[in-house]
């Protein structure tokens, strides 16, 4: 488990029209004690990349992987896939889940993270948004 991997994500139906399928491409770097991984990811090219490295947290079980990716600030990509950060809000947790496909030698799941929009009469509302993901490990 341990090493380099690359793979994509994918945006999902909750963002806007001009976003949704819309794909970006990443590298982890991990490591794995007795089945907790951690590590970092970078994203390297497609729409919306963010700057920043992101930290990496979870386990893997037999074929099943979970973690969590967390960026230093919290961010807001535009439609034209340009970045925004907004200061005054805690990074978001997004939370990645999967199966390793054996036959494409790949980790293949989905992605999904809680946000916020404040309410003027009663508080905050929350909404899911949430797309797919796949990466492969680099020999």
């Known amino acids: ?21 819309k794909t970006k491409r990443f590298r982890i770097e991990l490591e ?4 907790d991984i951690s590590g970092k990811y970078f994203e390297t090219e497609g729409f919306g990349i963010i700057p920043d490295t992101a930290e990496i947290n979870g386990f893997v079980e037999e074929d ?9 600030a919290f961010y807001l990509v535009n439609k034209d896939g ?17 199966y390793y496909n054996e036959e494409k ?14 309410q003027l009469t009663f508080g905050y509302a929350e909404s899911t948004v ?3 993901w796949s990466m492969k490990k680099e020999n």
């Open 1 to 21: 488990m341990a090493g380099v991997w690359t793979g994509e994500l994918t945006y999902g139906e909750e963002f806007p029209s001009e976003i949704q399928n």
């Open 32 to 35: 794995e004690s007795d089945g």
């Open 64 to 72: 099943m992987i979970s973690f969590v990716k967390q960026y230093p």
């Open 82 to 98: 340009e970045i925004k950060t907004i200061d005054d809000r805690e990074p978001p947790e997004i939370n990645y889940s999967g």
């Open 105 to 118: 030698q790949s980790f293949e799941g989905d992605w999904n993270m809680v946000v916020e929009f404040q």
């Open 130 to 132: 949430s797309g797919t």
